[in-house]
């Protein structure tokens, strides 16, 4: 029998399976090097490329003999596999940051955007934070982890719970600062910070997921996310800075409108 203990226990065997992928008996050779190094991003693209597949082969076949669905093709419906809503989700993601989209434009008058774009999606890092990671983490942490809790915990508890998991799954970021010469205490502020804020995002994406019943719209809300990054301070005289943090105040306020009060339009 299916019930929501167990629906928590897969959860975070699933949460967890990301973090032990790309850390567990890494070849010496590999361990060495810092996170960014070419050898470093080609072994943890493998490494979770097998996951995800793993992970879409086994995680049907229990969540169907447990009894939380009635067949394969339905774990697969709950994926939320299909392509709704990702225009209003692309345009959603863009209102939020309007406020650092308007700065990029006023800073550079988007002389930069051509080097920018080309180190933002077609370098190796560029390729891995800003594709991969985005796709992979919400296939496991939205897509899988969402089927498990829904059919027992409900939509509710699912958005406000699971995106717990997503954000403590950030600690090993910590870990490689230590083994990298920090120390304890200075990386906990940061990595305090961290968990927090991709919980905060874990649940606005959970939102959209369930909202839009697509996990591209949740893909695409975290490509935008993880390539505008945290809002930092505006530049130039106050009434641009005025101007600036308008639109950041109006961008979070109309994103958090639209993505609580409806389902997202299927375009």
Not at 57 to 69: D, F, N, R, V
């Amino acid at each position: 029998m299916y019930t929501a203990g167990l629906a928590w226990i897969l959860s975070v065997i699933v949460a967890s399976s990301y973090v032990v992928a790309i850390r567990w008996r890494v070849p010496g050779s590999i361990g060495a090097l810092p996170r960014d190094h070419p050898s470093v991003i080609r072994f943890r693209f493998y490494r979770v490329s097998i996951l995800c597949m793993s992970l879409l082969t086994g995680l049907p076949c229990i969540l169907t003999a447990t009894g939380a669905y009635t067949s394969i093709k339905e774990v697969f419906s709950a994926f939320y596999f299909k392509p709704n809503g990702i225009p209003s989700a692309l345009i959603l993601s863009l209102v939020l940051y309007c406020g650092p989209i308007a700065n990029y434009i006023y800073i550079t008058r988007l002389q930069d955007l051509g080097p920018d774009t080309i180190s933002t999606f077609f370098t190796l890092d560029g390729l891995r934070d800003h594709v991969f990671a985005p796709v992979t983490e919400e296939v496991i942490y939205r897509s899988m982890i969402m089927a498990c809790l829904l059919p027992v915990v409900g939509p509710n508890s699912s958005i406000l719970f699971s995106p717990l998991l997503f954000g403590i799954a950030h600690i090993h970021h910590a870990y490689e600062l230590i083994i990298g010469g920090s120390s304890p205490l200075s990386v906990a502020v940061p990595t305090g910070f961290q968990i927090s804020y991709t919980t905060l995002f874990g649940v606005a994406a959970a939102k959209m997921f369930v909202g839009s019943r697509s996990v591209w719209c949740s893909v695409v809300l975290h490509m935008v996310c993880n390539v505008g990054g945290i809002p930092g301070p505006p530049t130039g005289g106050n009434t641009w800075k005025f101007v600036y943090v308008f639109l950041c105040i109006a961008g979070l306020g109309v994103f958090i409108w639209e993505t609580c009060k409806c389902k997202l339009q299927i375009l």
